[in-house]
């Protein structure tokens, strides 16, 4: 009975599978690295306001202890050696990053009250 000609007989598939055709129409998905990380924030430490503090503390009361155009302008030099030492021995820790900008800070609070602050005789 299996070869009378009434018989229903299934032939193999001519096409290609649904499966090759999702593969041919849509293509794997690209490789995307992932974002890089944000940069941190910068933090600073209670220890790190105090030391800046001091700088502009010495900037301003520096003032009273002399003539301002003097006081600025021995702090101007002693930001002049201080800028040759850092020159020469650049500083690497956060400490001592932090003290060079704290004696620049008090180099520019010097100048500033000294062209603010009224000359007297």
């Known amino acids: 009975m299996a070869d009378a000609p009434d018989d229903f007989r299934l032939l193999p598939p001519e096409g290609r599978s649904r499966e090759e055709l999702s593969q041919l129409l849509e293509p794997p998905p690209t490789f995307q690295p992932p974002p890089p990380e ?8 209670v220890a ?8 502009v503390a010495v900037g301003l009361a520096g ?8 006081f ?13 030492g850092v020159h020469l021995y650049p500083p690497e820790s956060h ?15 010097a100048v500033l009250t000294a062209l603010l602050k ?4």
Do not use: C, E, H, N
């Open 38 to 45: 944000a940069a941190p924030r910068p933090q600073f430490s």
């Open 48 to 55: 790190d306001v105090l030391v800046v503090m001091v700088g």
């Open 63 to 70: 003032a009273t202890w002399m003539r301002p155009d003097y």
């Open 72 to 84: 600025a302008a021995v702090m101007g030099l002693v930001t002049l050696l201080g800028l040759l």
């Open 95 to 109: 400490l001592g990053k932090l003290i060079w900008a704290t004696i620049v800070m008090a180099y520019v609070m």
């Open 118 to 121: 009224p000359a007297t005789a």
